[in-house]
């Protein structure tokens, strides 16, 4: 079965289809509950931070760099 569509009806359905899919993620961001962290993982995090500052870690762009040069 062979279907032909002109310029415009062709332009039609991929807006159409466009729409769709805004929407399609639209209702995904509404149905996934946003998660919010632990009391535990803002510690973790802070304290990396720290660490971090102190010189104690190594930040991923630091590794990144090392690496790639």
């Known amino acids: 079965m062979t279907v ?4 415009e009806q062709l332009e039609l359905v991929l807006e159409k289809l466009d729409a769709l ?6 209702l995904r961001a509404q149905l996934l ?12 995090t802070e304290q990396a931070r720290k ?3 102190e010189g104690k ?4 762009e630091e ?3 090392e690496f790639t040069a």
């Open 33 to 44: 509950a946003e998660e919010e962290p632990s009391r535990e993982e803002i510690q973790e």
């Open 51 to 53: 660490e971090i500052e």
């Open 21 to 26: 899919r805004l929407e399609v993620l639209r």
């Open 4 to 7: 032909l569509l002109t310029q």
């Open 63 to 65: 590794l990144l760099k």
């Open 57 to 60: 870690a190594v930040t991923l």
